[in-house]
């Protein structure tokens, strides 16, 4: 079998109830999903909109997908009557779209708001001015269709843990205060492979785990 169910199990012991555990199949085959479903497992992660648009059908409908990517505005269409949460949305623009779509569909859709907590260019996210801009507008614009349930995050790509303890230490305290405001956001979505056992000693709610689930990536 392709996937590692000795860290499958004892990854969800480790985490128990209170840690959601997204098992992150991008790029590997319907055949290891239902694998890891035979397992017990219900929460799997994308990245990609047609690939994910091609496994949902195959596969067992009580599945929650949870979108990890960064999603177009233009591709919401192809995920929006199934998703379960969308975890990278960094703009009223792609809110605005997704609530557009979702009513058409007649669902609210789960989001989460990507903040940017890496010391790296390349990741995707608002900073915490940008985070305060996207409330504020959306204070004054409300979208009946979606609703905020959380931050994601990812932290920097390095070895150095203490960088990367920081970066979700920076994360968990906006979460926090964006509980201030709305109280009733449950979901921090930050840890991975590399970093997930940091990721729940700084407060996370939910880990996203791929290679340790499934082997490396090509
Ligand atoms: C691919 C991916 C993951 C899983 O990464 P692993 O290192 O394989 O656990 C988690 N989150 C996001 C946003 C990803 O793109």
Wanted: one cysteine or more; aromatic letters at 8%; proline letters at 2%.
């Amino acid at each position: 079998m392709a996937i590692n169910l000795e860290n499958y199990k004892s990854i969800r012991a480790e985490l128990g109830d209170k840690v959601v555990l997204v098992a992150v199949s991008k790029t590997k085959p319907v055949e290891d999903i239902k694998a890891l479903y035979d397992q017990g497992q219900r929460d799997f992660g994308e990245n990609y909109v047609q690939e994910l648009a091609d496994k949902q059908p195959q596969l067992p409908v009580d599945i929650r997908w949870h979108y990890i990517g960064h999603l177009q505005s233009n591709k919401v269409k192809y995920i929006v009557g199934f998703v379960h949460l969308i975890h990278g949305v960094d703009s009223f623009k792609l809110l605005k779209e997704i609530n557009k779509q979702a009513q058409k569909q007649n669902r609210v859709i789960n989001c989460l708001l990507q903040v940017y907590i890496a010391q790296e260019e390349t990741k995707f996210g608002l900073d915490e001015t940008e985070l305060d801009v996207l409330l504020d507008e959306l204070n004054k614009n409300p979208l009946q269709n979606i609703t905020i349930n959380g931050l994601m995050g990812m932290a920097s790509f390095t070895d150095d843990l203490n960088k990367v303890r920081m970066e979700f230490r920076q994360l968990k305290r906006l979460y926090d205060m964006l509980k201030t405001k709305l109280p009733q956001i449950s979901i921090l979505s930050m840890g991975m492979s590399a970093d997930y056992k940091i990721a729940v000693e700084e407060g996370s709610t939910l880990v996203r785990i791929g290679s340790l689930l499934f082997g490396e990536r090509k």
